[in-house]
C-alpha cells in the first residue's frame, strides 16, 4: 500500500492480482450481475490507486479496508438500481432472502447488503480453520447432521467431533469479533 500511495503503477498491478478477485466476489455476492460486479471491481482499484495515502495500518488490513471500498461502491450500486430493478436476482440473493424474511423484497437494499457482508465473512472465516473442525462445522450447519451422524461420517469418536465443533466455533466468534476474517 506503501508503494501505491508513492503512485507506484506495477504496485496497483500487484496489488490487483492478490485481491482483484476477492474484491470482484464480493461485489458479485452484492449485486449478482457479472457486468456490474466487474465494474464496481474497476472502480475500487481506481479508489485505491486515488485514496491508498488514506489507508491506516493500524486501523485496518489490506482486504479490509479494499473490502469496505467495495461493500461501500456495492451498496451505492443497488441504491442506484432499486427503483429500476435492473440489477438481477440470483442464488445468494434469494438464499438471504429465504433465511431472513418474506418481506425482504421490500427491505432497504443496504440492510441485503449487510447481511450479504456478514455471509461472505462467515464463509471467509469458516475457509480459515483447520481442516478438520472445518469439516465438523459444515456437517453440522451446512448439512444439517447430527453429532452422532458427523462421527460416523468421519470414522471419529463422538466426543472428538464435538470438540472439534466447539473449538471450531470458539475461533470463529473470536475471529469476527477481532475483525481478522478477510486477511
Known amino acids: 500500500m506503501r508503494r501505491v500511495a508513492r503512485g507506484e503503477k506495477d504496485a496497483l498491478g500487484e496489488l490487483y ?14 449485486v449478482h450481475d457479472t457486468n456490474v460486479a466487474e465494474e464496481i ?11 491508498a495515502r488514506d489507508y491506516n495500518p493500524e486501523k485496518a488490513g489490506v482486504s479490509t479496508w479494499m473490502l469496505r471500498i467495495t ?35 421490500e427491505e432497504d437494499p443496504e440492510n441485503l ?13 469458516v475457509d480459515s480453520l483447520p481442516e478438520q473442525q472445518r469439516e465438523a462445522l459444515r ?23 464435538k470438540s472439534r465443533i466447539r473449538m471450531g466455533l470458539q475461533k ?4 469476527l469479533e477481532a475483525g481478522e476474517v478477510t486477511e
Open 71 to 105: 461493500r461501500n461502491r456495492s451498496i451505492d450500486e443497488l441504491r442506484r438500481h432499486k427503483s429500476r430493478r435492473d440489477i438481477p436476482v440470483g442464488s445468494t440473493m434469494e438464499v438471504v432472502q429465504n433465511t431472513n424474511s418474506a418481506n425482504s423484497e
Open 113 to 125: 447488503a449487510l447481511r450479504e457482508w456478514d455471509r461472505v465473512r462467515i464463509v471467509q472465516a
Open 17 to 30: 492480482d492478490l485481491y482483484g478477485r476477492l474484491v470482484y466476489s464480493v461485489a458479485l455476492h452484492f
Open 139 to 161: 456437517l453440522a450447519y451446512f448439512q444439517d447432521l447430527t453429532h452422532r451422524e458427523i462421527a460416523e461420517e468421519l470414522n471419529e469418536p463422538l466426543g472428538t467431533v
Open 172 to 175: 470463529l466468534r473470536k475471529m
Open 41 to 51: 471491481t474497476q472502480d475500487v482499484f481506481v479508489t485505491i490507486w486515488t485514496k
